[in-house]
């Protein structure tokens, strides 16, 4: 069968992690492609509250395939503590759970080089999670990485320490301490240990065996478009494709095996970390957001900062991606709102406007063009889209007239429960 592709459309935090719990059930296999432990996918269920960095979004369901592809960086300590976080669940997820020969690993002091640098950075520093993702990627590119496969090398010592042999002279450079990495070290032997007993795979004949036996795909993305290395707010982006072309070479499957592309988005927009945003608030709407949203980072804890929806941007990532069906979420949180507005394009310094994003949001800056949308003021409590108040309906339009791509999921709550299908 084919590979259905999940992802963010705006600066992360979407609400993949929801929805791709949600959806799981109806697909055979659910994989992650790229990023690692920088991402934080919350799940809702049965009273439970739970996050997940680098185990896809379809652990919980009975009977399915997870897949973290070779497009991933995995970081040994992070999985082993991931792992012991799900033992309280009771699930027989183990023999499900594959994990990519070829994934990149995390090493101790590829973390050191991410602090040591976003320290050198300073005051452009990118806002890094600090998990080594930017570090780890760069000696995959360079050709210095270590795979997962590699621990069952029987030289793997001698890789490893060549290795942080570079990597202690970029700390050199960086004048950064490297005193705890014993410490850090014993952990991450033993979690290589404990990584040795779970399914390691050459996962694409796995995942192509599977379409070949009609199983269907679920690829879960992980960060969004606008942080993709090459389309994103470029340096302030992660280090890898967040977008569908990512999936292919994140898992090993050919373009043509991509069936539908889910984009998902917020409601209003929200980043984390550093680099441009055009319809960021620094107001009481920014604040009231946040509350209500309940937006601080699912990984590192840090305050989201807030803004309205921006069309330009979520056009930009459903060209990029080939959207072929939208996901709307957090839809709850603008219930109280009077007003709601939403970015139909940007003014650019000489006066100008236009729908597209400029080549470089860092150095020109554009000043949001809003239209104003009256207030649901109410709980959503639909089962149906037809049962939807009619301003949420007219604001759903709206944004489908603009990106011409159909809105077919609306989440009004963080619980499982909490989404309507069209
Ligand atoms: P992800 O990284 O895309 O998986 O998203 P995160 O889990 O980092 O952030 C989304 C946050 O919003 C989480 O706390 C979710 O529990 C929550 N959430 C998801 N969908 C909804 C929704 O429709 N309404 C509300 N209020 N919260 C939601
Ligand atoms: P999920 O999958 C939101 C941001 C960081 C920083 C930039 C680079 O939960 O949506 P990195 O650690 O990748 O070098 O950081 O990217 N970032 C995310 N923001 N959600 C994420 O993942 C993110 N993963 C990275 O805040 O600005
Ligand atoms: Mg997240």
Same mark, same amino acid.
């Given at each position: 069968?084919?590979?259905?592709?999940?992802?963010g459309?705006?600066?992360?935090?979407?609400?993949?992690?929801?929805?791709?719990?949600?959806?799981?059930p109806?697909?055979?296999?659910?994989t992650?492609?790229?990023?690692?432990?920088?991402?934080?996918?919350?799940l809702?269920?049965d009273?439970?509250k739970?996050?997940?960095?680098?185990?896809p979004?379809?652990?919980?369901?009975?009977?399915?395939?997870?897949?973290?592809?070779?497009?991933?960086?995995?970081?040994?300590?992070?999985?082993?503590?991931?792992i012991?976080?799900l033992?309280?669940?009771?699930?027989?997820?183990?023999?499900?759970?594959?994990?990519?020969?070829?994934?990149q690993?995390?090493?101790?002091?590829?973390?050191?080089?991410?602090?040591?640098s976003?320290?050198?950075?300073?005051?452009?520093?990118?806002?890094?999670?600090l998990?080594?993702?930017?570090?780890?990627?760069q000696?995959?590119?360079?050709?210095?990485?270590?795979?997962?496969?590699?621990?069952?090398?029987?030289?793997?010592?001698?890789?490893y320490?060549?290795?942080?042999?570079?990597?202690?002279?970029?700390l050199?450079?960086?004048?950064?301490?490297a005193?705890n990495?014993?410490?850090?070290?014993?952990?991450?032997f033993?979690?290589?240990?404990?990584?040795?007993?779970?399914?390691?795979?050459?996962?694409?004949?796995?995942?192509?065996?599977?379409?070949?036996?009609?199983?269907?795909?679920?690829?879960?993305?992980?960060?969004?478009s606008?942080l993709d290395?090459?389309?994103?707010?470029y340096p302030?982006?992660?280090?890898s494709?967040?977008?569908?072309?990512?999936?292919?070479?994140?898992? $090993? @499957?050919?373009?043509?095996? !991509?069936?539908? =592309?889910?984009?998902?988005?917020?409601?209003?927009?929200?980043r /984390?970390?550093? &680099?441009?945003f055009?319809t960021?608030?620094?107001?009481?709407?920014?604040?009231?957001?946040?509350a209500?949203?309940?937006?601080?980072?699912?990984?590192?804890?840090?305050?989201?900062?807030?803004?309205?929806?921006?069309?330009p941007?979520?056009?930009?990532?459903i060209i990029?991606? $080939? @959207?072929?069906?939208?996901? !709307?979420?957090? =839809?709850?949180?603008?219930?109280?709102?009077?007003?709601?507005? /939403?970015?139909v &394009?940007?003014?650019?310094?000489?006066?100008?406007?236009?729908?597209?994003?400029?080549?470089?949001?860092?150095?020109?800056?554009?000043?949001?063009?809003?239209?104003?949308?009256?207030?649901?003021?109410q709980?959503?409590?639909?089962t149906?889209f037809e049962?939807?108040?009619?301003?949420?309906?007219?604001?759903?339009?709206f944004?489908?007239d603009?990106?011409?791509?159909?809105?077919?999921?609306?989440? /009004?709550?963080?619980?499982?429960?909490?989404?309507i299908l069209?």
């Open positions: 069968m084919s590979v259905d592709v999940l992802l459309l705006q600066w992360g935090d979407e609400g993949k992690g929801k929805i791709v719990d949600y959806l799981a109806k697909y055979d296999v659910v992650r492609f790229q990023g690692g432990p920088n991402a934080g996918h919350s809702e269920f009273g439970h739970h996050v997940l960095h680098q185990i979004s379809g652990i919980f369901r009975d009977g399915i395939k997870n897949v973290i592809g070779n497009g991933v960086v995995l970081d040994p300590v992070i999985f082993k503590k991931e012991e976080g033992d309280k669940f009771n699930l027989d997820f183990k023999p499900n759970l594959y994990i990519s020969k070829k994934t690993i995390i090493l101790p002091t590829h973390k050191l080089i991410d602090a040591a976003e320290r050198a950075k300073g005051e452009q520093k990118i806002g890094s999670t998990k080594g993702i930017g570090p780890t990627y000696d995959k590119i360079g050709r210095f990485g270590l795979r997962v496969g590699d621990i069952l090398t029987k030289n793997f010592k001698e890789k320490d060549n290795l942080v042999k570079r990597h202690l002279g970029i050199k450079f960086y004048d950064y301490p005193d990495l014993q410490e850090l070290e014993a952990a991450f033993k979690a290589l240990e404990f990584l040795k007993t779970f399914n390691l795979s050459d996962s694409e004949y796995l995942i192509n065996g599977y379409l070949n036996e009609n199983k269907s795909v679920l690829a879960e993305g992980a960060q969004g606008l290395v090459d389309f994103g707010s302030f982006v992660t280090s494709n967040t977008m569908t072309a990512g999936a292919c070479t994140g898992l $090993g @499957v050919a373009p043509q095996k !991509i069936k539908e =592309v889910y984009g998902i988005f917020k409601a209003y927009c929200t /984390v970390g550093s &680099g441009p055009p960021e608030l620094h107001d009481a709407t920014g604040e009231r957001l946040r209500e949203g309940s937006e601080f980072g699912a990984t590192t804890g840090r305050p989201r900062r807030c803004g309205w929806l921006d069309l941007a979520l056009n930009y990532a990029l991606n $080939g @959207v072929t069906q939208l996901f !709307i979420t957090k =839809v709850d949180v603008l219930n109280n709102f009077d007003t709601i507005n /939403v970015c &394009g940007y003014q650019l310094e000489d006066g100008t406007e236009t729908k597209e994003l400029p080549y470089d949001l860092c150095d020109e800056t554009v000043v949001p063009i809003y239209k104003s949308f009256k207030g649901w003021k709980e959503v409590n639909a149906s049962d939807f108040p009619t301003e949420l309906k007219e604001y759903l339009s944004i489908e603009q990106v011409k791509v159909p809105i077919t999921l609306v989440s /009004v709550g963080p619980d499982r429960t909490e989404t069209k």
